[in-house]
């Protein structure tokens, strides 16, 4: 079996979550990745570097810069004959491209694999992580996208594989970019830091919000929201963790304020140490809870950084 | 300019599912269904879009067994012009439902259609992206904003680092996100109306497509369940907790 993982970068550095993608990927067979973009060498080096990967095939054009599915998908089926699976993070870029590359090709999609059962078999979370789906694919090519909080990230090589370049054969004009709004943050990424501390509506307003980041910083954590406090306007969409948002299992989690709607509880259940401080004793988050507090965040929260200073 | 918008008949979104014993699927018998939330965001948006003048037509589609005629009927409910139910009863896969939109799209003709980012039930996240590439169009995912210019659309697009918009050009698929809008209430009045409304139907077998899937489902079954936790009384005790038993964290 031979695996394209379909790196995800910023052209300067790799994105995180693709090394959890090629750990899962060379459970499937030899690894080969796709490193698309412009000016991105630097990327391809440490691609290279990855355990697992046996190849890099580095493509650099300015009309890469923006990652549009459209072009990536066209270029990319010019090169799937040579794969039996192509694979990406179920990030909004993997989730984005991969479908429209499996279309061209005539081909199913599994998405947001949890599980390699085999090369053909693999299991999926449905219903916002209520059920648990075992399925086979049974086209020649398989397209999967993998949820990267449910693998291990795959460890560095000291023996880098070959990088070889391709051309761009494809210049699909279908889409234009015209502007982006990031959030700039020095903290960890969200879908692979290790603690994350997360608020809900009971948060009450934005600037409380700003305490979760203090404690965030504290841990060394990322900062999310339930869908509640974004629709609040208390945190950015990107924030968001949850079934339809980010997926996340870090070593330890924080639900402050949160009650715990099924859409928020699939996008978290995984982690592995759950904490939750709310005030009402009921809130469904206390029925995953390792650790629960019946508290109100505002006087807990400011405690709790207090505490863990000392 | 015509809009095609699809929706999908899902398990209501407050509901808990019950499995089927012998791990063949979801039990879906005498539970309340309903409109997929991010499809209902998508018809909301196209009413919008007409309500402002920008679109003439709207006509929603739906996939699936005869109860879809009910989701349908939610649709024009809430101001859809027509709808057009393809009858089912297969469990389709989301490259199938493309397929089938496809043809749909070439006999309606539409500029722009709009869909729900993914289903609530199957989490699958592909057919808007499939359908654009079956057809050779555009496509905006995960739209939180759309502005519709004279040959082009602008999507502003809920990505894992923020926002970012494109701009698409026309005919276009686009898939809605959570916070493009907030679907209307749908009055009395208006689903009195939308019982006289078109309501077409076709059976999918009908329209000569393939439709065997590539994935078979071998079985669906629990998630494993968390151990209950515990009850802490104050601050210090959670810190002391968290010091001696999750001490690799800390």
């Keep these: ?310 | 300019m015509k809009l095609l918008v699809s929706v999908k008949r899902v398990l209501d979104a407050n509901v808990s599912i019950r499995l089927k014993p012998d791990l063949s699927g979801v039990d879906q018998s005498n539970v309340k269904m309903a409109i997929n939330p991010f499809d209902e965001i998508a018809v909301e948006e196209a009413i919008r879009l007409k309500e402002s003048g920008i679109a003439e037509e709207i006509i929603a589609v739906s996939i699936g067994e005869k109860k879809c005629q009910e989701t349908l009927r939610t649709a024009l409910a809430m101001g859809a012009d027509r709808a057009i139910h393809i009858e089912t009863d297969s469990q389709l896969q989301p490259l199938e439902i493309a397929k089938i939109l496809k043809v749909i799209t070439l006999q309606e003709k539409p500029e722009i259609i709009i869909m729900g980012k993914q289903s609530i039930d199957s989490d699958n996240n592909q057919t808007g992206q499939m359908l654009a590439a079956l057809l050779g169009w555009s496509q905006g995912t995960y739209a939180s904003k759309i502005d519709i210019q004279q040959k082009q659309v602008l999507v502003t697009r809920e990505v894992d680092d923020g926002l970012e918009t494109l701009s698409l050009n026309l005919p276009a698929v686009i898939t809605t996100d959570l916070r493009l809008n907030e679907p209307r209430y749908v009055k009395l009045p208006n689903i009195m109306k939308a019982k006289k409304k078109p309501l077409s139907t076709l059976t999918a077998e009908s329209l000569g497509i393939n439709l065997t899937t590539g994935i078979e489902i071998l079985k669906i079954e629990e998630p494993a369940k968390r151990s209950a936790g515990i009850i802490v009384n104050d601050v210090q005790e959670l810190v002391s907790k968290l010091k001696n038993e999750a001490r690799d964290i800390l």
Excluded: W
Aim: glycine letters at 6%; hydrophobic letters at 45%; charged letters at 20%.
């Design chain 1, 1 to 310: 079996m031979s695996v394209l993982v379909i790196a995800e970068h910023n052209h300067q550095l790799l994105n995180p979550t693709t090394e959890n993608t090629i750990n899962a990927a060379s459970q499937l067979g030899e690894v080969t990745v796709l490193v698309a973009g412009y000016n991105c060498e630097k990327v391809a080096t440490a691609t290279a570097n990855i355990e697992g990967v046996t190849r890099v095939l580095l493509c650099e054009d300015d009309r890469l810069q923006h990652h549009l599915a459209e072009t990536l998908a066209d270029f990319i089926i010019t090169l799937a004959s040579d794969y039996s699976h192509l694979v990406a993070t179920a990030s909004t870029f993997g989730k984005n491209l991969m479908p429209r590359i499996a279309a061209l090709l005539d081909v199913s999609q599994v998405s947001d694999i949890i599980q390699v059962i085999d090369e053909n078999t693999f299991k999926r979370s449905i219903y916002a992580g209520n059920a648990i789906a075992t399925v086979q694919s049974l086209n020649k090519i398989k397209v999967v996208t993998v949820r990267a909080s449910a693998f291990e990230s795959a460890e560095s090589s000291n023996q880098p594989a070959s990088i070889d370049r391709l051309k761009l054969n494809a210049d699909s004009e279908l889409s234009q970019f015209i502007s982006q709004q990031l959030s700039t943050s020095d903290r960890p990424e969200l879908t692979s830091a290790a603690v994350v501390v997360s608020g809900g509506r009971g948060i009450g307003n934005k600037e409380n919000f700003s305490m979760l980041e203090e404690l965030a910083d504290q841990l060394n954590g990322a900062v999310g929201a339930s869908r509640a406090a974004v629709d609040s306007g208390y945190a950015p969409n990107d924030y968001q963790v949850g079934q339809t948002g980010k997926i996340v299992a870090p070593d330890l989690y924080f639900a402050i304020a949160i009650s715990g709607a099924i859409q928020h509880l699939a996008g978290m259940k995984d982690s592995k140490v759950i904490v939750a401080i709310n005030n009402d004793e009921e809130a469904p988050i206390f029925g995953v809870a390792d650790y629960g507090l019946v508290a109100d965040c505002l006087e807990a929260v400011p405690e709790l950084i207090k505490a863990l200073e000392a």
